[in-house]
């Protein structure tokens, strides 16, 4: 008996050092390139307008150099090369598929079956579920763990996420409650999440992002919808086709009874039926009502501008007033991005200038797992308060804040917006709200499961990102050469590190970036980790330096100090119906008896008349 579990240990390590190893009849399921996305063709600088002090909506002629660099519809760019499971495509953990074909009539009996044999299944990764059950906690209460940062911090960072980037796919052709009983749950771009790779208890939804055509036929890339720049594309959209639907007269964005959004006469993401959803340049605007009620600050802040635009230059075109204004908010967004909200998360270095080499597309290892830190500040109630910050009505549970945008039609956005001032937000770490990791866009009363945490693991591996390992390398944190999770010991502690080990079994095999990294302790004074700090910062980093429209070079003097004096403290002062009060640096946690509140009527707000021109 001994001897056998000894032969069966010695062949699981080999195949585990050997990483995934290949069978004769493999193959994948479906044609994964199907429905690739074409990237935008490069094209020649004097196409573009050098002197237009006007950044282009879809990105582009920003950089002279390489137009189309950080424009919409180019490939998420890489820190470090991917890392599939094979042929550059295949993600890790996908079941394999000459077992599949040794069972009949394609139907699978039971897991065990699934995978064959005990070898089979050591050699597949744990599954992202797994790894959720076995590293991450899931909390329905609030109180536990405030972070440094109030919640508005975790909606900003949303707001700001859907500037930059969305990778889609075609989840459509996917069924939604996948049971993992036949093939054809696992034919391109479906590749659902087992609850377990060792018994046969079910799968979840998930469609694989679609690829980027590739006439070299390199490793699988993905391609961003979105301009990479803080260019405000949530607001504007980013191209003219959105720029039309939101676009009202005279410069302004169209807006609907109460002074909110525009509804969207034909939006196909999944809106509560009955009250509809609200439209803007992106198309997430109605995931949550926090989200929502932030676009429509910016929103105003637009409408409030091109008003006092038109007042202090009368002859510009409405065609001017969009611009200058959109100009403006944009430089208002990244002044309280980089000044108010990043400091909290981690440090950058000093900018100094414009510098054309720097390459601002988004990057895979950001947008796919160290961004989504946020998922672990979200809350699982957003508390309605009143102007005074009491309590105005019951708690809206994030599940029922999801694509719901009957509260905000009922009550407006700011009741909403008060809750976020004053609560926490969840710190960054294992724990993620019962609404992320087990009932994420799943209605009160409703059943289901779908866990975002999970989610992000899967994404990584359909992107093919590096194991976590490599990116502690690329990012110098540790041991250069990590012989065991003992070697983590100065960024994840002991109970995590057991956690981590006792899923993944070896520091060899692939360990996904975001479930090691969001187990790091948070660096002194900020909100995360070495790994996702050092991804986030070189992220940053890249689009301030690469962008020839960043706002610290793209205003006179006069208006530069305007520009700087705008926290979103004092947007909200100028956006919220009612507002009184409100703290100076509103992205840091709210201390009863402690934080200070400001009067809003004695706010010094941007001068409008050093627009004039
Ligand atoms: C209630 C709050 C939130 C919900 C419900 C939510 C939900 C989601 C969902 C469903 C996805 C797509 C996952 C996938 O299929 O791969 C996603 C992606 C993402 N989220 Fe969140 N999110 C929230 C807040 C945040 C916050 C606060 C941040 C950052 C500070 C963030 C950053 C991201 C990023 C970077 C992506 C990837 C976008 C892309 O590449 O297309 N999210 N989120």
Redesign the pocket.
């Given at each position: 008996m001994k001897l056998i579990l000894l032969l069966t240990n010695m062949m699981q390590l080999i195949l585990l050092t050997n990483g995934f190893f290949l069978l004769d009849k493999e193959k994948v399921i479906g044609d994964t390139r199907e429905n690739c996305i074409e990237t935008r063709r490069p094209f020649s600088r004097t196409i573009c307008n050098a002197l237009s002090p006007f950044s282009n909506l879809d990105g582009t002629c920003n950089n002279l150099q390489i137009p189309i660099q950080g424009s919409a519809l180019t490939r998420?760019a890489r820190f470090i090369p991917s890392a599939y499971a094979r042929d550059g495509d295949t993600p890790v953990g996908f079941p394999f598929f000459s077992v599949f074909e040794k069972i009949k009539n394609d139907k699978i009996t039971g897991i065990p079956l699934l995978f064959g044999n005990a070898l089979f299944t050591t050699s597949v990764s744990p599954s992202p579920q797994e790894i959720s059950d076995n590293v991450f906690q899931v909390i329905n209460r609030d109180f536990v763990n405030p972070a440094r940062a109030a919640h508005i911090f975790?909606?900003?960072?949303?707001f700001?996420?859907?500037d930059?980037?969305?990778?889609?796919?075609e989840p459509e052709k996917c069924v939604k409650k996948p049971r993992c009983q036949t093939l054809d749950d696992f034919k391109f771009p479906c590749n659902p999440i087992l609850r377990s790779t060792k018994t046969n208890r079910g799968c979840n939804f998930?469609?694989r992002?679609s690829a980027a055509c590739d006439v070299n036929k390199g490793p699988r890339d993905?391609v961003?919808q979105l301009t990479s720049y803080i260019d405000g594309s949530m607001i504007y959209g980013s191209s003219l086709e959105q720029l039309k639907r939101v676009i009202g007269l005279n410069g302004q964005l169209r807006t609907s009874r109460g002074n909110l959004l525009p509804f969207d006469p034909e939006n196909e993401r999944p809106c509560r039926k009955i009250k509809g959803c609200f439209l803007a340049g992106d198309i997430?605007v109605n995931?949550?009502i926090?989200?929502t009620s932030m676009h429509t600050v910016f929103l105003r802040l637009h409408n409030i501008y091109a008003t006092k635009l038109k007042q202090v230059n009368p002859r510009w075109s409405s065609n001017t007033i969009f611009q200058e204004t959109r100009k403006i908010i944009i430089g208002i967004l990244q002044n309280i991005l980089y000044s108010e909200w990043l400091p909290l998360a981690t440090d950058l270095s000093p900018y100094r200038g414009y510098n054309p080499n720097v390459d601002v597309s988004?990057n895979n290892g950001?947008?796919?797992a160290?961004?989504?830190?946020?998922?672990s500040?979200?809350r699982n109630n957003f508390d309605q308060l009143d102007r005074g910050f009491n309590v105005a009505r019951n708690q809206v549970p994030?599940q029922n804040?999801?694509n719901n945008i009957a509260p905000l039609l009922q009550n407006g956005i700011e009741e909403t917006m008060f809750g976020l001032l004053v609560n926490d937000s969840k710190r960054v770490d294992i724990r993620f709200s019962e609404?992320?990791a087990r009932r994420?866009?799943i209605p009160p009363g409703s059943k289901g499961f779908q866990n975002?945490a999970a989610?992000?693991i899967?994404?990584g591996r359909?992107h093919g990102l590096p194991s976590y390992t490599e990116y502690r390398k690329f990012c110098n944190i540790g041991p250069n050469i990590v012989r065991s999770f003992d070697d983590f010991s100065g960024q994840i502690n002991r109970r995590q590190r057991d956690n981590l080990q006792r899923i993944f079994g070896s520091v060899k095999s692939h360990i996904d970036l975001y479930p090691g990294a969001i187990a790091e302790r948070p660096v002194r004074g900020k909100l995360v980790g070495p790994t996702f700090g050092c991804l986030i910062r070189k992220q940053f980093e890249n689009l301030r330096d690469g962008d020839r429209f960043f706002f610290e070079r793209n205003f006179k003097f006069t208006q530069l100090s305007e520009i700087k004096k705008m926290t979103l403290a004092k947007v909200l002062c100028l956006t919220l119906n009612q507002i009184v009060s409100i703290q100076d640096n509103v992205f840091e946690r709210f201390i009863p008896g402690e934080t200070r509140r400001k009067s809003c009527q004695n706010a010094d707000v941007l001068d409008i008349t050093k627009f004039k021109q």
């Open positions: 998420v975790m909606t900003f960072g949303q700001i996420d859907h930059m980037v969305i990778i889609e796919g998930f469609a992002s993905q961003n997430r995931e949550n926090a989200l988004i950001f947008a796919t160290a961004y989504r830190f946020g998922h500040l979200v994030l804040a999801f609404g992320i994420l866009f975002l989610i992000n899967q994404r359909d």
